[in-house]
C-alpha cells in the first residue's frame, strides 16, 4: 500500500516563515494603515505606499488578489477575470493589451501573468508598476510565492498568509481523503478536442500526483507543460481515468465514448470520464483546491 504523507502544509509553513507579516487581521479584511510596511519590494518592483489603484490582466492573479482581502484595491480587471463575481470586470485585455486604456485608471500597480507586445516596458515608461504573477507555475509551491509576493506588494501579507495556510491544510486533507492504492490510476486529461493535454511537467500534473494519479503524457523536458498526442497514443496508454476540461465546448463522456476506437480503453469501458470545471482546470490560484476536490472525488469511486 502506497504510503501518504502530507507536506503541502510543512512546505507553506516553511515559505511563510521567512516572509514576515503585516498587518492586524489573519483575514485580510482590516488592512494595516498605508504607510505600514512600506516600503516594499518585489523582484525589481518597489511601492512607496499601499496601493489603492490595481489592475488585474490575469484572472488568476484576481482571484489570489480578492482571497487575500485586497479586491477593494482593485479598480479593474480584465475582460476574463470573472471570479469573485464582484471583481470589476471591463475590457481591458491581458492578450492584446491597450496601453492607454489602461493608464486611464490611472493604476499605482498592474498586475500581469505575462508580458505581451512589451506592456511591462511600456508601463515603466510611464511611471507605472507592473508586477507578473508568471502563467507556468510548476508545483504549489511557486504558487504559494506568487500569493505571498502580492501579499507583500498590497499591505495584505497577513491575508496571504492565512490563504497559504487555508490552501495547504485543504490540500493535506485531500491527500489524505484519497483511496491509497498499490498502483497509481493512469489518467488522461483533455485541454480541448484536438488531443491536447497537460504533460507530466505541469502543475496539474505534479497536484494530481499528489493524490496517487499518474499521467500518459510523459515528457522529460521541464519547458514542455503541454502536448498534442494522438488518439492511439491515447489508445496504447489505455488510461483508467479520463479528465475532460473542454465540456464547455461541447466535450463529454458520450462525445469520447463515441470517438473511434476508443471503446477499448479502460477509462471509457468502465465509466470513468470526469467533466471538470473549466475555470478552475486552467487557473491556477486558490481554486485547485476545488480541482483537487473534483477529481479526488471522481477518482474515489475507481475500484
Known amino acids: 500500500m502506497r504510503l501518504r504523507i502530507p507536506?503541502?502544509?510543512a512546505t507553506a509553513a516553511a515559505l511563510l516563515a521567512g516572509c514576515g507579516?503585516?498587518?492586524?487581521d489573519p483575514s485580510g479584511t482590516d488592512p494595516p494603515p498605508a504607510g505600514a510596511g512600506f516600503p516594499v519590494t518585489v523582484g525589481d518592483v518597489t511601492l512607496q505606499s499601499r496601493p489603492t489603484a490595481i489592475i488585474s490582466l490575469s484572472?488568476?492573479?484576481t482571484e489570489m488578489l480578492f482571497a487575500i482581502g485586497a479586491g477593494e484595491q482593485v479598480v479593474a480587471v480584465d475582460e476574463f477575470s470573472d471570479h469573485p463575481p464582484e471583481a470589476p470586470t471591463t475590457d481591458l485585455s491581458g492578450f492584446t493589451p491597450n496601453v492607454e486604456?489602461?493608464?486611464s485608471y490611472d493604476p499605482d500597480l498592474v498586475v500581469i501573468s505575462y508580458d505581451p507586445g512589451d506592456l511591462a516596458a511600456q508601463l515603466a515608461?510611464?511611471?507605472?508598476?507592473?508586477?507578473t504573477v508568471p502563467d507556468n507555475p510548476t508545483d504549489v509551491v511557486q504558487i504559494y510565492s506568487q500569493v505571498v509576493d502580492l501579499g507583500k506588494l498590497t499591505g495584505q501579507a497577513d491575508g496571504a498568509a492565512a490563504?497559504?495556510?487555508r490552501m495547504a491544510d485543504d490540500i493535506d486533507k485531500l491527500v489524505a481523503d484519497a483511496p491509497p492504492r498499490d498502483e497509481p490510476l493512469t489518467y488522461y486529461i483533455e485541454i480541448d478536442n484536438n488531443l491536447f493535454t497537460y504533460t507530466s511537467q505541469s502543475l496539474i500534473s505534479s497536484l494530481l500526483g499528489m493524490v496517487g494519479l499518474e499521467n500518459i503524457a510523459v515528457s522529460d523536458d521541464p519547458a514542455q507543460v503541454t502536448v498534442q498526442l494522438s488518439a492511439e497514443v491515447v489508445v496504447d496508454a489505455d488510461p483508467d481515468v479520463i479528465l475532460l476540461t473542454n465540456a464547455q465546448s461541447g466535450e463529454s463522456a458520450e462525445t469520447v465514448s463515441a470517438r473511434d476506437g476508443w471503446d477499448g480503453i479502460t477509462a471509457v469501458r468502465d465509466g470513468h470520464i470526469v467533466e471538470l470545471s473549466?475555470?478552475?482546470a486552467s487557473?491556477?490560484?486558490?481554486?485547485?483546491?476545488?480541482?483537487?476536490?473534483?477529481?479526488v472525488d471522481a477518482v474515489s469511486q475507481v475500484p
Open 7 to 9: 507536506l503541502a502544509a
Open 21 to 24: 507579516g503585516g498587518g492586524a
Open 59 to 61: 484572472p488568476t492573479a
Open 101 to 103: 486604456a489602461i493608464a
Open 125 to 131: 515608461a510611464l511611471e507605472i508598476p507592473v508586477h
Open 163 to 165: 490563504l497559504v495556510s
Open 278 to 280: 473549466p475555470d478552475i
Open 283 to 295: 487557473r491556477w490560484g486558490p481554486r485547485i483546491v476545488d480541482l483537487l476536490r473534483e477529481v
